[in-house]
């Protein structure tokens, strides 16, 4: 299978770049993947993955023949054709998409000898309008570009490669698009083939709505607590609906992560720059704000004030299974408990390292019954699987108060009742 498979290049071994890489390469490819990270490259030579991704390091050996890493452009340019380009777009401060990372790539393109850029990055609609006019005015027309857009969950990114829900392959309907589409024929995913524009829009709108899919089942959760209604109860009927589904309406405390936060507000200005006011996603945008702090308020209801009181954090991730602290709702209610003077300890499995470069400050527990002891009231924040397994009968010999928060609703209210804790979701009866 492998000599009959493309060979690709791959520029940016972020999370994406390297989920991609692997991917394909597991698929039969040959992959040149380029970084500007000399460290990480001497990394990901050596066999080691700089991040955390349930499956990938095993993958990476696997396939470790097919997989070249380099800082040169070069082996990418004179083995493929097609380039993948998975670098960074994050945030600028006025919150647009910041493409600096995009068009170092754009411009460090030699002369056109047949390549085509792929865009995995997750760049405003435009864009690939922006860098054809570019190429054309820099003697490179002869470049091919397809926008493909990524729809892989961190810490799910390896099955989500094998089984996308879809493939979206935007293109200029030259060979570029085709020889996209090839690679993937072999997953047998639904294909959306489309314009540029049109793939780019996807993208941005596909987080966009399920962004808009958890600020609303908050509020419903919130309205639920005003009115004794259990939010899960109304989400599991909700979701038979098949118009509505039942994914993604799992209320809790707030969204994280870097894409969704990133990408709402990209697509809300790049709606406002084009002229069209994008109502809705200033109330997605607030209502997360505002969820991530509700937590604060259900603890004074029951502790009154917090000076002194210790509280314990069950996770910091902005979800199980990574170790991305990016927008994770932990690090607003970890400053907000602090400010209100409440000692907090807290405790991940896994993303503890880059918390503490985000959070110096914090107390730090290496394990979760270390950060229970003692505690006033117990919070989870992050539903990994070691805390759905908590023996509660053990937490509450081990805290001073009795207060259970479960930010995620992912916790066995009777068993923690059970325990003589007070449970307390989000949204519950
Ligand atoms: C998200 C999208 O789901 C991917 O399809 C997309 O490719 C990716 O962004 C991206 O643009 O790169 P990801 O950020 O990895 O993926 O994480 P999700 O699993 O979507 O979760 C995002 C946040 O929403 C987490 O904090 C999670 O706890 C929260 N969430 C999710 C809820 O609060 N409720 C839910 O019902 C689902």
Redesign the pocket.
């Known amino acids: 299978m492998s000599a009959e498979r493309e060979p690709i290049g791959v520029i940016g071994t972020g ?2 770049g390297l989920v991609t890489a692997v991917g394909f390469a597991d698929l039969g490819s040959e992959v040149f993947c380029v970084d500007v990270d000399s460290e990480k490259v001497a990394r990901l030579q050596a066999g080691q993955v700089p991040i955390y991704e349930p499956g990938l390091d095993e993958l990476l050996a696997r396939n470790s023949e097919r997989l070249h890493f380099s800082t040169e452009l070069a082996p990418a340019l004179q083995n493929a054709r097609l380039l993948f380009v998975a670098v960074g777009t994050p945030p600028t401060h006025s919150g647009d998409a910041d493409l600096s990372a995009v068009h170092a790539v754009v411009e460090s393109m030699p002369a056109p000898d047949g390549h085509a850029l792929v865009m995995k990055s ?1 760049v405003p609609c435009g864009t690939g309008a922006n860098i054809r006019r570019i190429f054309n005015e820099n003697g490179k027309s002869a470049y091919s570009y397809v926008s493909c ?9 390896l099955s ?1 490669f094998t089984h996308p829900d879809r493939v979206v392959v935007g293109g200029e309907g030259d060979w570029a698009e085709q020889a996209v589409v090839d690679l993937y024929e072999p997953l047998g995913a639904p294909l959306v083939r489309t314009d540029v524009a049109s793939a780019e829009m996807i ?1 941005l709108a ?2 966009a709505f ?2 808009t ?2 600020s609303f ?2 509020e419903i959760a919130n309205v639920c607590e005003q009115l004794g209604a259990d939010v899960v109860e109304v989400a599991r009927g909700m979701g038979l609906d098949a118009r509505i589904g039942p ?14 936060t990133k ?1 709402v507000s990209a697509l809300k200005l790049l709606a406002g720059n084009s002229g069209y006011h994008f109502q809705l996603l200033n109330a997605v945008i607030e209502v997360n704000e505002l969820q991530k702090r509700r937590v604060v308020s259900k603890l004074v209801r029951h502790l009154g004030e917090l000076a002194g009181k210790r509280i314990a954090l069950l996770g910091l991730a ?2 199980p299974n ?1 170790d ?1 602290m990016r ?3 932990s690090l607003v209610l970890a400053a907000r408990l602090q400010a209100e003077g409440a000692h907090v300890k807290a405790y991940d499995p896994i993303a503890e390292e880059q918390a503490r470069s985000l959070m110096p400050q914090l107390d730090y527990a290496d394990c979760a019954s270390n950060a229970i002891d003692g505690a006033d009231a117990v919070i989870l924040v ?2 990994w699987e070691e805390f759905l397994k908590l023996e509660w009968s053990e937490v509450a010999r081990a805290m001073r108060g009795t207060l259970v928060i479960d930010g ?1 609703n992912a916790l066995d209210g009777n068993a923690v009742r059970a325990a003589g804790l007070i449970y307390e979701g989000i949204g519950r009866r």
Do not use: M, W
């Not at 857009?149 to 990114?157: D, I, Q, R, T």
């Not at 994914?247 to 969704?260: D, E, P, T, V």
């Open positions: 999370y994406v997750t857009p990524e729809f892989l969950k961190e810490g799910s990114a989500d993208k596909a987080n399920l962004a899919k958890i089942i908050n994914k993604f309406l799992q209320a809790g405390i707030g969204y994280g992560g870097s894409c969704f990408d902005f979800k990574t991305d927008g994770a709702s992050t539903e995620r």
